[in-house]
């Protein structure tokens, strides 16, 4: 058992053929805003089914220019879930807007139109007169949340869905008779990716915005670079500044590796299945555990395979479960803590009560899901779950 690898809760898969890009790329004219940023902008945008995408520099960034484009800022409100990364919040803090967390479902961890009324209503009591200008929600682990009732919710406030998807490349859903991609950007103003290496393809840092509206996806790329415009009739070196934006692009190298990346998605996308039915399979009737939820109209690649386990009744803490897999050469990895609990939003918006939330977070683990994993690697990790539980 000791000299077998260990696996952990998620990485990345880099092939021969990526690295090749990559050196082709570097030896190219171009390192940064160069013709490999258009290409995988489209690439990416035909995957996932939206007439706009635009690369920057990570899934944080993205979270960031969505709220700058929307024009979020000081004395407006944003909903983001309890369960979710950092990031999620950080965005509308970065804009100077107010987070308002909602709970999630406890089964799930994804933001409900229950949760999102519950949040409005709590939104209205604490920052009275304030407009909700965006709700964030999270595709936790791949599945895709109900995005018509949520939209319609926030339609009703007057705001708009920004889908932080970075965990559901390759999802799809089906509500009514429609089956679409995640990303598609159907139901909201703007979706956000991650490229980080635990996410579906990796460029070591990178995110994308996908959307319909082509005044944003202009909006998105004008903020991605300083604010800078170039006039069309204007003298050669002329360049205008309307508003100061970042430099958050995503240089061509690792566009190259983005565009390398993406042509294996489904290959990722149909391992990760693969994988999550077995995992269904193996942990199916054992006690004390079951898998996170799907919802019905939810189609995922899953990112995340979280197992929900009832610690108490198993008579073990996670953390001797987590050290028990550990020494038996398994990672696991919890997602989240809710970020409400984080110190920084309890000092400024006070203790919340969101019992999904904690009910989520109280027995949620997260074990090895990677398409380089063998089907006996998920044998190894029930067995080694199995014998930690005992
Ligand atoms: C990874 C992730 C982010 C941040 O992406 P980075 O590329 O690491 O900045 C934001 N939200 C969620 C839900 C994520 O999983």
Known sequence: ?????????????????????????????????????????????????????????????????????????????????????????????????????????????????????????????????????????????????????????AAGAGAVLVEDAPHALGSAMTFGNVTERVGDARHSAMATFSFHPVKTIATGEGGMITTRDAATAQRLRTLRSHGMVRPEAGDPWLYEMAEPGFNYRLPDILCALGLSQLKKLPAFASRRRALAARYAERLAGLPHMALAASPAWSDPVLHLLTVLIDFEAAGVSRRAVSERLAAKGVGSQVHYIPVHRQPYYRDRYGALDLPGAEAWYARCLSLPLYPAMADTDVDRVVEALEGALR
Do not use: W
């Open 1 to 153: 058992m000791g000299d077998l690898p260990f696996l952990p809760y998620g990485r990345q898969s880099i092939d021969d053929d990526d690295i090749a890009a990559v050196t082709e790329a570097l030896k190219a004219d171009y390192l940064t805003t160069g013709p490999r940023v258009e290409a995988f902008e489209a690439a990416f945008a035909e995957a996932v089914g939206a007439p706009h995408a635009v690369a920057c520099s990570n899934g944080t960034a993205a979270l960031h220019l969505s709220m700058l484009a929307l024009g979020v800022g000081e004395g407006d409100l944003a909903i983001a879930p309890s369960i979710t990364f950092l990031a999620t919040a950080n965005c509308a803090r970065y804009v100077g807007a107010e987070v308002v967390f909602a709970d999630v479902d406890p089964l799930s961890g994804l933001m409900t139109p229950q949760t999102l009324a519950e949040a409005l209503a709590r939104a209205a009591i604490a920052f009275p007169g304030r407009p909700v200008r965006a709700v964030l929600p999270v595709h936790l682990r791949g599945e895709v949340c109900d995005l018509p009732g949520l939209a319609d919710l």
